[in-house]
């Protein structure tokens, strides 16, 4: 692993992060979102816990697929063409990432989305936290 190449985005796939994240509407990235919910639902250890239709998979992979069309051949076509030409098709995973990151701040930034989040630490040991960064007892 230490040996592999790190994937670094390049200037052309930064502007085109940049022109992605521009070009959605906050119904855009949401839409992104539920598509990753979606996809990440399919792994054996979420699986049981989500009721997600095939045809629900379905109408979000067209949706998505909308998307990624509009974002890639009208909103941002000049920067996806000089992104593939100068770093190659990464470039595109590169930025859709950055999409992803951006829409999925968005929503965390949700109330009961950040309310949720944050619940485990009502389970903490404070004391045990606090021995194991060294602060003295009671401390915070």
Not at 25 to 51: C, G
Not at 84 to 111: D, R
Not at 123 to 132: M, P, V
């Amino acid at each position: 692993v230490a040996a592999a190449p790190v994937a670094q985005a390049g200037p052309y796939s930064d502007d085109l992060g940049k022109c992605l994240v521009a070009a959605t509407s906050s119904q855009d990235k949401a839409a992104l979102v539920q598509w990753i919910y979606f996809s990440l639902s399919l792994n054996p250890q979420i699986s049981p816990f989500a009721t997600i239709t095939a045809a629900q998979r379905e109408a979000t992979d067209k949706e998505l697929a909308k998307l990624f069309e509009r974002l890639v051949t009208e909103s941002c076509a000049s920067q996806t063409k000089q992104a593939i030409q100068y770093e190659g098709t990464e470039a595109l995973s590169e930025s859709f990432k950055l999409l992803g990151q951006v829409a999925a701040q968005e929503i965390f930034k949700h109330p009961a989305v950040a309310a949720g989040t944050s619940k485990f630490t009502e389970y903490l040991d404070e004391k045990k936290l606090g021995e194991a960064f060294g602060m003295q007892s009671g401390a915070k």
